[in-house]
């Protein structure tokens, strides 16, 4: 009888890397922070990409946190604060240094508060993606039709539309926090909020109409990858 040696064949293995959704989206994040009109103005509140994974919580924040700090958005608010004080709206904060540094600071509060509070705290509890998700592709009425529906719709974290609960309450949240802060003269009353919170959908809807028609075009930092067919 032969004595038959073992034989042991190798079998090569093959390591093979997968990206989970939060890896995936914090990819998508970093594209979107490249996003800027004329390669200046940032435009990080919308996905070209047709299927984006959904954010997590702590990139909803990162997001906020990203568009809150960004050299562009202390210029304009320096802009604003001297407009403002130029026509001296909120006549309580006086003039001179001190009423352009107070009235800097409201307009950079109410950035704050609107981005963090529509873009971020609501949109994590609600389990809601805050951007805007660019079409591109239809007729041009029912592009029109879809951009002005998503200042009251929103996507959910599961990929379905919804209400867009965190814009419309995080705009109720962000007027009435104001108050605390802007002369008592020019404090609004409930109405009055709630008055205000109705021009932002307007407004939210203009910018869609933009976004959809127009700021693609002027946003030369789009990858490859990003974009969705026009």
């Not at 990139?59 to 906020?64: G, H």
């Not at 509890?125 to 951009?147: N, W």
């Not at 409930?190 to 693609?216: M, W």
Request: with cysteine.
């Amino acid at each position: 009888m032969y004595a038959v040696p073992p034989i042991a064949l190798p079998v090569a293995t093959e390591t093979t890397q997968v990206r989970v959704g939060p890896q995936i989206a914090e990819a998508q994040i970093k594209e979107e922070e490249k996003q800027r009109v004329f390669g200046v103005i940032p435009n990080f509140y919308v996905s070209y990409i047709p299927n984006p994974v959904p954010l997590a919580a702590k990139q909803k924040f990162e997001l906020a946190w990203r568009a809150s700090v960004d050299p562009v958005t202390f210029v304009l608010t320096g802009a604003i604060a001297g407009i403002q004080q130029g026509e001296n709206d909120f006549s309580g904060y006086g003039q001179g240094a001190q009423g352009y540094g107070k009235r800097y600071g409201a307009s950079y509060a109410d950035v704050v508060t609107s981005t963090f509070i529509g873009g971020a705290i609501l949109p994590s509890l609600l389990k809601q993606d805050p951007r805007y998700f660019y079409k591109g592709t239809g007729s041009t009425r029912s592009r029109a039709l879809y951009a002005v529906v998503q200042a009251v719709i929103c996507k959910g974290d599961n990929g379905r539309w919804q209400p867009n609960y965190s814009g419309i309450l995080g705009s109720l949240a962000a007027g009435g926090i104001s108050n605390l802060y802007y002369p008592a003269a020019n404090r609004n009353d409930a109405a009055l909020t709630f008055e205000n919170a109705g021009i932002g959908i307007g407004e939210s809807a203009a910018a869609n109409l933009l976004q959809e028609f127009v700021i693609r075009k002027l946003t030369p930092s789009i990858t490859k990858h990003q974009q969705a067919t026009p």
